[in-house]
Nanobody
């Protein structure tokens, strides 16, 4: 599954952005991760295609919202109430064959098979 992200940009604190991730095929689940300069890649959110189960990391709960469009095999991440600490490159990931790993540890990058190229989000204070 190939993934293409879009929607990043520069926004002021308190603003919003919507990221999109278009997948070339169906996956068991889709995830969003982010990586800030000098930091490790961290989990942001995930959604399963079959039943729509949704997961969020604590720092983004109540501010970010993940959704999917089955017809377009596209996943979205709505970023609201953005903070400077949300500044990072955001990556979309697909879990195609590692579904067992995903069910055990959905927030680990090792539970995903494919990755997009990333889209940069910069939040100014």
């Amino acid at each position: 599954v190939q993934l293409v992200e879009s929607g990043g940009g520069l926004v002021q604190a308190g603003g919003s952005l919507r990221l999109s991730c278009a997948a070339s095929g169906r996956a068991f689940s889709m995830g969003w991760f982010r990586q800030a300069p000098g930091k490790e890649r961290e989990f942001v959110s995930a959604v399963t295609w079959s039943d729509g189960s949704i997961y969020y990391a604590d720092p983004v709960k109540g501010r970010f919202a993940v959704s999917k469009d089955d017809a377009k095999t596209t996943v979205y991440l709505q970023l609201n109430s953005l903070k400077p600490e949300d500044t990072a490159v955001y990556y979309c990931a697909a879990c195609v064959s590692k579904w067992l790993l995903f069910t055990l540890n959905y927030n680990s990058p090792t539970s995903y098979d494919s990755w997009g190229q990333g889209t940069r989000v910069t939040v100014s204070s």
